[in-house]
């Protein structure tokens, strides 16, 4: 049996403008989600990602990484993307341990190496493609690095 497709008349939460949306669900769980939902027309969604994704940006600028081409929705979830693994990078670096100075000096010319690496992926697509990048795949690149400082 086909799913009924049901049409609601909703109201924005940012401009309060009427307009429609098409629910999928039983005619009461519909109901419920009309009433308890927040909906937003889309110019108002776009509005808000593209604020979302100028903030992202420019915090991200302010660390030394460039703008990101690409689509709008590519650039809008690659800042996001970005800004989830440089958490992950600074959750790795807070968590590290040092037995003397020099451990420690040469941990950040790594982390300032791998950073300057990031600088170079200007693509959004990259950023979307290195998406599921763990915190272990981090401390494996910064290990790299950090052995060519021992042998350089």
Same mark, same amino acid.
């Given at each position: 049996?086909?799913?009924?497709?049901?049409?609601?008349?909703?109201?924005?939460?940012?401009?309060?403008?009427?307009?429609?949306?098409?629910?999928?669900?039983?005619?009461?769980?519909?109901?419920?989600?009309?009433?308890?939902?927040?909906?937003?027309?889309?110019?108002?969604?776009? /509005?808000? +990602?593209?604020?979302?994704?100028? #903030?992202? !940006?420019? $915090?991200?600028?302010? &660390?030394?990484?460039?703008?990101?081409?690409?689509?709008?929705?590519?650039?809008?979830?690659?800042?996001?993307?970005?800004?989830?693994?440089?958490?992950?990078?600074?959750?790795?670096?807070?968590?590290?341990?040092?037995?003397?100075?020099?451990?420690?000096?040469?941990?950040?010319?790594?982390? /300032?190496? +791998?950073?300057?690496?990031?600088? #170079?992926? !200007?693509? $959004?697509?990259?950023? &979307?493609?290195?998406?599921?990048?763990?915190?272990?795949?981090?401390?494996?690149?910064?290990?790299?690095?950090?052995?060519?400082?021992?042998?350089?």
């Amino acid at each position: 049996m086909a799913e009924d497709i049901y049409d609601y008349d909703v109201r924005c939460g940012t401009c309060h403008k009427k307009f429609k949306v098409q629910l999928f669900d039983s005619h009461e769980k519909n109901l419920f989600l009309v009433d308890k939902k927040s909906w937003y027309c889309e110019p108002c969604k776009k /509005e808000y +990602f593209k604020k979302q994704t100028d #903030e992202r !940006t420019k $915090a991200q600028q302010e &660390i030394g990484l460039p703008e990101l081409k690409g689509s709008v929705k590519q650039v809008s979830w690659s800042v996001k993307i970005r800004e989830e693994l440089i958490n992950k990078v600074n959750f790795l670096k807070k968590s590290l341990k040092f037995e003397n100075d020099s451990e420690k000096e040469k941990s950040d010319k790594a982390f /300032e190496m +791998f950073l300057m690496e990031w600088q #170079e992926k !200007t693509a $959004a697509k990259w950023w &979307i493609d290195h998406r599921k990048m763990t915190v272990r795949d981090i401390a494996d690149r910064i290990d790299e690095i950090s052995e060519t400082l021992n042998n350089g």
